[in-house]
C-alpha cells in the first residue's frame, strides 16, 4: 500500500495510483486513484455516485456526510484509501427507489424540508444516524443533531420537523398519505 | 480545493511507523484521524510530501482506566471517549469536555491524541490535559517518552514532539478527592470554534474551596494553567468573588483580534465563563447537599 518516495510530489501527470477497494451501499467497488484521492470525490467522480454533494470541501457545512460503519462523517475530511476498512453507506443507501424511500427520506419529503436540496443528502445521512441512537428526540435535540450542516434556504424549521416525523415513521406510525 | 501530491504509507504497527517518519524526516506528517489536517492539506497551508496513515496501526484504539487516571490511544476517537463511561466516571472532565469538540460528524473521526497533538489553541482536548497534569507517550527511533503538558506545548499548533515521533497515547490524571469539574465555551454556531472556552477543577474539602485551577480554549497560545486557588482558598463556593475572579482571568489570557471577535471581548468572554462555570459548580454543590 505504501508508495514509493519521490513518485508522487510534485508530478502531477506522473502521480502514482493506488487501487483503493470500499464497500459502499453493501457492493465491493475499486478503482486507482492518487493517494490524495477525497473520499468525497472518489464517490463522486470515481465511482458516479453523485447524490454524495461537495459544498465547503473543509468540513463546515456537512452536505458531503457519509455513514462509516453506521456513524456520520465528513466525506471531504477523508481519504479514499484511508476510508478502506470502513462499510460506507451514502444517500443512495438510504434508499434510491422512488418508490421506496427510507423513513428520513419520506419525512423530508413530507416536511417540505429542503428547496434547493444541495444540503439534503448530508441531511438525510446525518438524521439516519442520529435517529439510529436517539431514536425519539426533542424538538430541541432534533435542532442540535443537525447543527453541523448548513441549509441556505428553509431556515430548518421544516428540516426539524422532518427529524421528529421521520422518528415517527421509524416507529411505525401510519403514514400520512402522499397527496 | 484540493491536497497537493503526496506519498501515503499505512504502516501496520508504532515501530514501522516510526522508522518512516525517521526515513521522511521534516517532510512527513503523522494522518490519524485528519480533522484538523485534512482541511489544512486541502487548503494547501501544509504540503507535506508523506503522509503516515496510522488508521491501521494495531493496539492503539484502547481507553484504559485505572486508578491514576485514563489512557487514550492514539486511535480513540471523540466519539469513542465521550461514550466511554468508565472514563467519564473517572474523569468527568473528560466528557464534559469533548462534547464541546466540533460536531459529532467530526467527532466520529478526530482524534483526541490528535487533537493534543495538533496543539490548536482553540482545541479543547490539550486545555484539558494542561489542567489535569496529564501526560504525552511518545514513540520515536530512540525509544519512549513521557512528555508532560506543561513541556508539551511551546506555541499555537506547536509542540516539543520531534517530526520523528509519534503520539500513541494521552493520559489524562484524576484530579485530587473532592474536586469537581466544569467546562464552559461560547461559539458563534454550535460546534464551531469558540471564541473563549474554560476547563475549571475546584477541589473542595466539606464546603471550603482548597485548591482551583482554571486552563482556557481560544484566548491563550498555549494551554497553560491559572492557579485560582489565592483568591478562593479558604472560601465557600456561595461566598465567590466574582470580581476578582474575573480579573485574575482579565490578567491571565492573552486573546488576539480576528474577524469573529476583538481581543477585548474574549478577555470579557473569558473571565465571564470562568464565574460562569464557577456559579455552576455552586449550584450543583446546593443541588447535591439539598
Given at each position: 500500500m505504501s508508495g514509493q518516495a519521490g513518485?508522487?510530489?510534485?508530478?502531477p501527470g506522473a502521480e502514482e495510483l493506488l487501487e483503493v477497494t470500499l464497500r459502499v451501499n453493501g457492493v465491493s467497488r475499486t478503482a486507482g486513484v492518487?493517494?490524495?484521492?477525497?473520499l468525497s470525490d472518489f464517490l463522486r467522480?470515481?465511482?458516479?455516485?453523485?447524490?454524495t454533494h461537495v459544498g465547503c470541501?473543509?468540513?463546515?457545512?456537512?452536505?458531503?456526510t457519509v455513514l462509516l460503519d453506521g456513524e456520520p462523517a465528513r466525506a471531504c475530511l477523508v481519504f479514499a484509501v484511508s476510508a478502506q476498512p470502513h462499510e460506507v453507506t451514502t444517500v443512495?443507501?438510504?434508499?434510491?427507489d422512488p418508490g421506496a424511500l427510507g423513513p428520513v427520506q419520506r419525512a423530508f419529503l413530507e416536511c417540505h424540508a429542503?428547496?434547493?436540496?444541495?444540503c439534503t443528502p448530508g441531511f438525510l445521512t446525518t438524521v439516519t444516524a442520529y435517529l439510529e441512537d436517539t431514536p425519539d428526540p426533542t424538538e430541541a435535540e432534533a435542532r442540535e443533531a443537525i447543527s453541523g450542516n448548513l441549509c441556505?434556504?428553509?431556515?430548518?424549521q421544516n428540516i426539524v420537523s422532518a427529524v421528529l416525523r421521520a422518528a415517527e415513521l421509524r416507529r411505525g406510525a401510519t403514514p400520512e398519505p402522499t397527496p | 480545493m484540493k491536497p497537493a501530491p503526496f506519498v501515503h504509507h499505512a504502516p501496520r504497527t508504532v515501530p514501522e511507523a516510526v522508522a518512516v517518519l525517521a526515513q521522511v524526516g521534516h517532510d512527513g506528517k503523522v494522518l490519524a484521524?485528519?480533522?484538523?489536517l485534512v482541511p489544512l492539506l486541502s487548503m494547501r497551508l501544509v504540503t507535506p510530501g508523506?503522509?503516515?496513515?496510522?488508521?491501521?496501526?494495531?493496539?492503539?484504539d484502547a481507553v484504559e482506566v485505572d486508578e491514576a487516571g485514563v489512557r487514550v490511544g492514539a486511535l480513540v476517537r471523540h466519539a469513542g471517549l465521550e461514550r466511554h463511561a468508565e472514563a467519564a466516571d473517572a474523569l468527568p472532565l473528560l466528557r464534559q469536555a469533548v462534547?464541546?469538540?466540533?460536531?459529532p460528524a467530526i467527532r466520529t473521526r478526530g482524534t483526541t491524541v490528535g487533537s493534543v497533538a495538533h496543539?490548536?489553541?482553540?482545541?479543547e482536548m490539550p486545555a484539558v490535559l494542561a489542567l489535569c497534569r496529564g501526560t504525552v507517550e511518545v514513540a520515536g527511533p530512540r525509544g519512549g517518552r513521557e512528555v508532560a503538558a506543561a513541556d508539551l506545548f511551546t506555541g499555537p499548533m506547536e509542540t516539543?514532539?520531534?517530526?520523528?515521533?509519534?503520539?500513541v497515547a494521552v493520559r489524562f490524571e484524576r484530579f485530587p478527592a473532592g474536586t469537581r469539574t466544569a467546562f464552559a465555551e461560547s461559539a458563534r454556531?454550535?460546534?464551531?470554534?469558540?471564541l473563549a472556552g474554560v476547563a475549571l477543577a475546584v477541589t473542595l474539602a466539606g464546603e471550603e474551596v482548597t485548591a482551583a485551577r482554571a486552563s482556557f480554549v481560544s484566548?491563550?497560545?498555549?494551554?497553560d494553567v491559572l492557579d485560582l486557588t489565592p483568591v478562593?482558598?479558604?472560601?465557600?463556593?456561595?461566598?465567590?468573588?466574582a470580581g476578582e475572579v474575573a480579573e485574575l482571568v482579565r490578567g491571565h489570557v492573552d486573546p488576539e483580534s480576528d474577524i469573529h471577535a476583538p481581543a477585548e471581548y474574549r478577555r470579557m468572554l473569558a473571565a465571564e465563563l470562568t464565574v460562569r462555570a464557577l456559579r455552576g459548580l455552586r449550584d450543583e454543590a446546593r443541588a447535591g447537599a439539598a
Open positions: 513518485s508522487a510530489a510534485g508530478a492518487p493517494a490524495r484521492r477525497l467522480h470515481d465511482l458516479g455516485l453523485t447524490g470541501e473543509h468540513g463546515v457545512c456537512g452536505a458531503c443512495e443507501g438510504l434508499g434510491s429542503l428547496q434547493c436540496g444541495f441556505r434556504c428553509t431556515g430548518y | 484521524g485528519g480533522q484538523s508523506h503522509l503516515v496513515d496510522i488508521g491501521g496501526v494495531a493496539g492503539l462534547r464541546h469538540v466540533a460536531h496543539a490548536d489553541p482553540a482545541g516539543t514532539l520531534e517530526p520523528d515521533e509519534l503520539a454556531r454550535r460546534g464551531d470554534y469558540a484566548v491563550t497560545p498555549v494551554p478562593l482558598a479558604g472560601l465557600a463556593l456561595p461566598e465567590l468573588p
